[in-house]
């Protein structure tokens, strides 16, 4: 394993710490082999995401969109959560303050272990009745039936997720703008903070004194207002995190 000198500063900060926010976009994803469903890569059936993934083509079609998603969900199912999701998973049972936002929908969080969880962009495993607007789990591959129907009034269910066009929920944004203005430092790994409301939070943190942290493969707008910047995916960068503070923590207690 490599070392950067910049580690041990920051796990000195770490071990201080009383609040800790991390932010992850589709860059944590992109390493177990989620695509982006963007682009090319995001062709099915010669529809774009941004045809499919809108209120508009629900209303028009709601079985073509429901067959999309039923695709893709069969797609993450497959995959694993890597060594970043694990860190983090952990980091939540070390830190007594530990919050996570994410933009991502694949729920591979949860299935490393974190718990206290923002999903800014929803939950590709909860639906929502249009009705109703009871929001549940389901996690049926495929699809028992395609559009889903709520089993309590009859209604046509959606996926819990935000689609082109949508505001982002205002009380998980709120509490996503709360926790970060707030904590002592805040992670931005594998986004390219340029998404808005989400690229604002790091900054929003900042503002309140807090230390910004960035993960990522490429610079971005990000970087020039971050105190520590690792260049790599968030499989390589955390590892390294991990093992210095494992070993802080450890000479704490001998």
Same mark, same amino acid.
């Given at each position: 394993m490599r070392k950067i000198p910049e580690i041990s500063q920051l796990i000195d900060i770490l071990c201080q710490t009383k609040q800790i926010v991390v932010l992850t976009g589709a860059g944590i994803s992109a390493e177990s082999g989620i695509p982006t469903f963007r682009g090319e890569e995001g062709l099915w059936k010669q529809y774009r995401a941004e045809d499919l993934a809108t209120p508009i083509a629900?209303?028009? *079609?709601?079985?073509?969109?429901?067959?999309?998603? *039923?695709?893709?969900? !069969? +797609?993450?199912?497959s995959?694993?959560?890597?060594? !970043? =999701?694990? +860190?983090? !998973? #952990?980091?939540?049972? &070390?830190?007594?303050?530990? &919050?996570? +936002?994410?933009?991502n929908i694949d729920g591979l969080h949860q299935k490393a272990g974190s718990k206290n969880i923002l999903e800014l962009h929803g939950n590709i495993w909860k639906v #929502?009745?249009?009705?109703?607007?009871?929001?549940?789990?389901? =996690?049926?591959i495929p699809l028992e039936e395609i559009p889903p129907h709520c089993p309590d009034c009859g209604a046509l269910l959606r996926p819990h997720v935000v689609w082109f066009g949508e505001s982002l929920s205002s009380s998980v944004l709120y509490k996503a703008f709360q926790v970060s203005s707030s904590c002592e430092i805040i992670f931005s790994i594998g986004t390219s903070a340029v998404v808005q409301p989400a690229a604002s939070l790091p900054l929003a943190a900042a503002e309140a004194n807090a230390k910004i942290v960035e993960i990522n493969p490429d610079p971005t707008p990000l970087t020039s207002y971050a105190d520590f910047s690792f260049r790599g995916k968030a499989g390589e960068i955390l590892p390294l995190i991990n093992k210095e503070l494992n070993k802080k923590l450890k000479d704490r207690k001998e």
């Open positions: 629900f209303i028009k *079609d709601p079985k073509l969109v429901w067959e999309w998603y *039923d695709w893709r969900r !069969g +797609i993450i199912a995959k694993k959560p890597n060594a !970043g =999701h694990k +860190i983090l !998973g #952990r980091w939540e049972k &070390i830190f007594p303050n530990f &919050i996570l +936002i994410t933009q #929502r009745c249009t009705e109703e607007r009871t929001i549940t789990e389901n =996690h049926d």
